[in-house]
């Protein structure tokens, strides 16, 4: 049984791969001659994967309450159960996905009795995450945790013989991708003595042309500041152990908990009351009634410790929407979770089956009106890259390695199908969703399949691109295809049901927009529609049954607004 790409694991003969995602580079083990088999996914069924998530939400909330009462005990606080899942729901959901996910695959592999495996024996220590941003970003997706908690899975079930390897010092810089981690995430806007406290807003993802006018009509004045947090305090390993300790008649739950110990971010722990005495010394709003954010309330301790403050004493938390899949895709449980920590969650159009959501406008396209240049020409494809270990919590793309192959697939199947007059005037933009840089499994693949095709890597927005070519070609279910469909540019989507299963309340859309065909259910039809097409894309796209069809989806999915001024002061 092997856990990891290194061949150091690895026998002559008779591998088993826990799963196919061990297999990073499949040239590099058919050089060195190794034979192995892997397992299968243990969350291949969809009935098996919603039954368990289920099971999993119903943990996070038993856990989640005796998480609050530890640590308002240890921090001698009194936060409510509310406040504790504003500041922990994140790391939580994604610690418990994540653990069971790997738990459930160890299991498979326990069904053979004959098995023994090699465990690289790392300090537990080394892998305690900074933040919240650390460990579900990008820790969770790299090899060495991922084998790391295999291991120790391993040792814990006690049903497949294992010997431990050299001891490993982790070096900590392999979970931090970008160099100013700190300054990047840890940044709050101060008061003065201008600014209203009707509102406290951060990270909104409004242009900044609009931002400045809301910051101007709602009085908020403030300036960014960002707060150096120095992460180099030590860990309490023997009070984690205390806090984190059960005895649960639950396997599964012993050990998920028991091993919190060595994954729950020091901001919780060790540096909560340094941030609480940083939260006190700068100048935040007091008493603001409404705290509104996009994408903080995920990934920024600081900002989430405040607004848990601030709920507390009868602040309102507001979230919008920042993304794709919302209100679309079934079983979209970060959806639900975030719906749960807020008094009121502003979609992008969409009504839902809680009271809490409130449809107001797609706001990252406010202000732009993209014209085409006479010169556009060609197609534009997003391609996005993933990493290898499956991705449980991430709606609305590939999970996992096989899932990852179909999406490939699709896209191959489209371009090898592409008018070669059209392919040659046509560029791929590449979006790197993977966490290790060295997992650039879909780029490499498609340069080495289209080795004359252009690749746009710069970091603009797909509809600030979309002006220099004739069509964009969509292959997920994703952000920038709702944006394009709110901006009106011509946009086709390669829809895959398996990745991305559409919720009842959405379907009538989304066939609605496959009659008109802006969707296309293969990568087939896709290709057959833009090789008969592509010289009157224009007329097509301009037809006024597309077109009403087009801003009645938009209306529900990505909503332009009328006043968009005056629709936030009515939501306050």
């Not at 083990?29 to 243990?42: A, C, E, G, R, V």
């Not at 729901?89 to 996910?101: A, E, G, N, P």
């Not at 406290?197 to 908020?220: A, C, H, V």
Request: glycine share 2%; aromatic share 16%; with cysteine.
């Amino acid at each position: 049984d092997v856990c990891s790409s290194d061949l150091e694991l690895l026998i002559e003969k008779n591998n088993l791969l826990i799963g196919n995602w061990c297999i990073n580079d499949i040239n590099k083990y058919n050089k060195k001659k190794f034979f192995f088999s892997t397992l299968p996914y243990h969350w291949e069924a969809k009935t098996k994967r919603d039954k368990d998530y289920k099971y999993l939400f119903k943990l996070y909330s038993k856990f989640l309450k005796k998480l609050s009462k530890k640590l308002n005990a240890y921090h001698g606080s009194n936060y409510s159960l509310r406040a504790w899942e504003i500041i922990l729901f994140k790391w939580l959901w994604t610690y418990l996905v994540f653990i069971f996910d790997r738990w459930e695959q160890i299991k498979k592999a326990c069904n053979n009795k004959k098995l023994k495996t090699k465990i690289i024996n790392y300090e537990s220590k080394d892998f305690i995450p900074f933040d919240s941003y650390q460990f579900p970003s990008l820790m969770v997706y790299s090899s060495e945790w991922n084998h790391w908690v295999a291991g120790n899975i391993i040792i814990f079930i006690k049903k497949i013989k294992y010997k431990l390897l050299r001891n490993s010092n982790l070096e900590r810089k392999a979970f931090l991708k970008k160099k100013n981690y700190n300054k990047k995430k840890n940044y709050l806007y101060l008061d003065n003595i201008f600014s209203s406290q009707k509102l406290y807003l951060q990270e909104t993802y409004f242009p900044i042309k609009i931002l400045i006018k809301i910051l101007i009509f709602f009085r908020q004045l403030r300036f960014k500041k960002c707060i150096y947090f120095n992460n180099n305090s030590n860990y309490d390993i023997s009070l984690r152990e205390k806090l984190f300790f059960s005895n649960s008649k639950n396997s599964f739950e012993n050990f998920s908990f028991n091993f919190m110990k060595y994954n729950m971010p020091k901001t919780f722990i060790e540096d909560f009351h340094r941030i609480i005495n940083i939260l006190n010394s700068t100048n935040l709003p007091k008493n603001p009634k409404n705290i509104l954010t996009s994408m903080s309330h995920n990934y920024n301790d600081l900002f989430k410790i405040y607004a848990a403050e601030k709920v507390m004493r009868g602040s309102k938390l507001l979230i919008m929407q920042h993304g794709g899949a919302y209100g679309v895709n079934q079983n979209h449980w970060f959806e639900k979770l975030e719906i749960k920590i807020s008094d009121k969650f502003l979609t992008w159009g969409w009504k839902g089956y809680n009271k809490k959501i409130i449809p107001l406008f797609l706001q990252k396209t406010i202000g732009f009106n993209i014209k085409k240049n006479y010169l556009s020409d060609g197609l534009l494809l997003p391609i996005d890259n993933f990493t290898m270990q499956p991705q449980s919590t991430t709606e609305g793309v590939p999970k996992y390695k096989d899932q990852i192959d179909l999406y490939l697939k699709n896209i191959i199947i489209f371009l090898s199908n592409i008018n070669k007059s059209i392919l040659n005037k046509s560029t791929l933009k590449y979006l790197n969703h993977s966490t290790n840089e060295k997992e650039d499994f879909i780029l490499n693949s498609l340069k080495s399949k289209f080795s004359n095709l252009k690749f746009n890597y710069k970091k603009d927005n797909i509809f600030k691109l979309s002006k220099k070519f004739r069509l964009v070609i969509e292959s997920l279910n994703s952000t920038s295809f709702l944006e394009l469909l709110n901006l009106n540019i011509p946009v086709i989507l390669i829809y895959n049901k398996t990745f991305s299963s559409i919720r009842k309340s959405a379907l009538k859309e989304f066939r609605m927009l496959e009659k008109v065909n802006i969707i296309h259910s293969s990568p087939l039809k896709a290709s057959n529609f833009v090789n008969n097409n592509f010289s009157k894309i224009e007329d097509w796209w301009n037809n006024k049954n597309l077109q009403k069809k087009r801003i009645i989806f938009c209306e529900k999915f990505a909503r332009k607004p009328n006043n968009f001024l005056k629709e936030l002061n009515n939501i306050f």
